[in-house]
């Protein structure tokens, strides 16, 4: 994995910012119907034939958010960036593809109607998301490692 097509490492932080207000906002808007009222747009919605509505864009926002945040911190180099942080990179890359695979077949056997759009909505945060815990546990036990010896 080329390092000059990571994002620099102060994006990392940025990501861990956003992320937890953002994974709040979105999981109570999708569960607990809550919206952030001055993001109402008032005009008119293409379904209906410019019939006019009043559009809340929070779940827009909290989703496009949290997959940046998760975007963010996946994909922005670490402080000493080294040919074996690369092939851990790599590794867990597979191993998020290879979970949101097996997500993905099993949610399409079980999940049925809304329930399925709603599963793959969440779902497709998996790959960034075992990524991150995955690259993130591994980077924890190489320092716990290190200072064992």
């Known amino acids: 994995m080329l390092t000059k097509i990571l994002l620099p490492h102060r994006f990392q932080f940025i990501g861990w910012m956003l992320f937890f207000p953002l994974a709040i906002l979105l999981i109570l808007n999708s569960f607990y119907d809550y919206e952030i009222g001055w993001l109402t747009w008032e005009g008119f919605r293409m379904g209906d034939i410019f019939a006019p509505s009043n559009e809340n864009f929070t779940n827009e926002v909290a989703i496009v958010g949290t997959f940046l945040s998760l975007f963010f911190i996946a994909f922005s180099k670490e402080k000493q960036e080294d040919e074996y942080i690369q092939k851990l990179r790599l ?8 979970v949101y695979g097996l997500l993905t077949v099993l949610g399409t056997l079980v999940f049925y109607s809304t329930g399925y759009l709603e599963f793959m909505g969440f779902n497709m945060f998996s790959i960034q998301l075992v990524f991150i815990v995955r690259f993130r546990w591994v980077m924890y036990r190489q320092q716990e490692t290190l200072t064992l010896i």
């Open 91 to 98: 590794d867990s890359l597979l191993i998020a593809f290879y």
